[in-house]
Every structure is written in C-alpha cells, then in structure tokens.
C-alpha cells in the first residue's frame, strides 16, 4: 500500500473533481450555471498543468530555477502552457494549431467571466468543457476516465432508495449507467470472453480501454479488497491493452475518509472508488 497516492487536501479539489464540477454545472437547467462550468473547466485545466509541469520539471532542473519558474509563471498560465509544457513533458504545442487556438477561445471566454460578468450560452460552456479534455489527452491524462467514475459514484448518491445486495447487482447497474452515456462503448461479452482474466465491465472511452472490477464489501475492511484485487486487475489491464483498470467497491458502512476520492495505485495504471450502498 505504499504506492498510494497521498489523498488530496479537503479544500483543494483535484482535476479530476474540478472537471466533474463542470460537467454538473453544465448539466443544470439554470443558464448561469454555464459560468461555473467554465470557470471549473478551466480551473481543471490549470490545476492539471500546474500539478504535472512542476513536479516533472524538478527531476530535469535545479529545484531553485523550478521555484523561480514557478513563481514567475504564476498569473501567466498561457507560458506554462506553450513554454513549460514542451520543456517538462516534451510535448512540443504548435502556436498555429488548432489545440492552442481552441485554447485561445475558451481563455477569452473565461475571462469575460470572470472580469465582465459575461453570460455563457450552453454552447460556449461545452465548447470550453470539450478543448480542456482535447488538453488533458494531448497532455497524457486519463482525466476523462476518472471524471466517468466520480460521475458513476455521484449517480448512487442521489439514489438512496437504490440497494445492492452482491456483485452482480453492482455490475449491472454499472452497465446500465455507462450505457447511457454516447462517448462511452460497453464492450459485448463476446470479447470479454475471449480473455483468460475476464474483467465485470470493459469500456472504451474514444482510445482508451477501461477494465472495471466490481466489489462488494459488507462492513469489511476496504484496504482488504484493494490488496486482494491489485495483482488480478494488473493483469487485466495488460491483457486487453487498457490504459487503466478500476475496482470499484461498493460498501455496506461508513468509507473510510482516505477513499472518499479516487486513489490511484502503480503510477496511474490502476483507480480505486469506494462507493457506500
């Protein structure tokens, strides 16, 4: 358990759950809501960046001159974006590309937010909430992954009534959420059962492949179940050449507070969520 990553601070929310925000936001009847949306989007955006950039470049340069880059950059996120960016990830951004000018159009937009007060069409919101997920992929995140399983997870939550008495059930209702959604495919069981480790749920999300385990625990110790599914979902991952693998536990009892957010296990390749029922 000593590759965990160290969960989040309360009041700092992560990318993942900054984009998950938007998506909320957006989902809103309320056409104010589209301000928030944008402002989250862009938020998850800049967090994303921040995180990744500082933490690569202090492997590749003085930790003095990374401070001081950091301090510079601090109210100037487009040289963070075009200039730190290929130096820390080398992921070179072409000025006159379409990524960066879709950029361009979701900054003007955040900015006549926040310092005119603009109002946001629900066309312009997704079109901000779209370029930081065209962002986040070009950049190597899986984010758009960890948004669907916090989604997955709000989806429980706001059905109470809703009880789950063993695996099955929970893989079901899993299905049948991410059945919903038009930029997810669930694959047939036909493919699933062309592979010696079957996974519950396998989905495609645009490229990536997302292999999903489904638990249920009654009141027992979650740590137990991460430790148990580890080694299974690895392998998993590696049989259908997914980008990651996901256990999602469903839990009879109070969560514990360290997976009241997604953790995260070898570097990124395995997601943890604990969901109460």
Not at 98 to 122: N, T
Not at 138 to 156: C, H, P
Not at 159 to 173: F, G, K
Not at 218 to 238: E, K, P
């Amino acid at each position: 358990m000593s590759n965990l990553r160290t969960p989040p601070s309360a009041d700092i929310d992560t990318p993942e759950e900054l984009l998950a925000n938007a998506e909320r936001h957006y989902s809103s009847s309320d056409i104010n809501a589209m301000r928030a949306a944008v402002l989250e989007a862009m938020a998850a955006l800049e967090t994303f960046v921040s995180k990744k950039v500082f933490s690569s470049l202090d492997g590749k340069l003085d930790p003095l001159l990374v401070r001081w880059l950091e301090t510079k950059t601090r109210m100037d996120f487009d040289s963070r974006l075009s200039i730190l960016v290929p130096v820390a990830l080398g992921r070179p951004i072409d000025i006159r590309g379409s990524l960066w000018q879709d950029y361009q159009v979701a900054r003007s937009i955040r900015h006549r937010v926040v310092h005119a007060g603009a109002r946001v069409s629900r066309e312009r919101a997704r079109f901000v909430i779209d370029t930081v997920y065209k962002w986040l992929a070009f950049l190597g995140s899986s984010v758009e992954i960890q948004v669907a399983l916090l989604g997955l997870r709000r989806f429980f939550e706001r059905q109470p009534s809703l009880t789950i008495n063993n695996e099955r059930e929970a893989v079901d209702l899993i299905v049948k959420y991410f059945s919903k959604s038009k930029a997810v495919d669930v694959l047939s069981e036909e493919v699933l059962s062309r592979s010696n480790f079957r996974p519950d749920v396998v989905l495609k999300f645009g490229p990536y492949t997302v292999v999903i385990e489904a638990k249920f625990s009654r009141g027992q110790n979650i740590s137990y179940f991460v430790a148990d599914i580890t080694s299974q979902l690895s392998h998993m991952v590696d049989e259908y050449r997914a980008a990651v693998g996901a256990a999602v536990i469903f839990h009879k009892g109070e969560v514990d507070p360290a997976y009241r957010s997604i953790m995260v296990l070898q570097k990124g390749k395995l997601y943890i969520l604990a969901i109460p029922v």
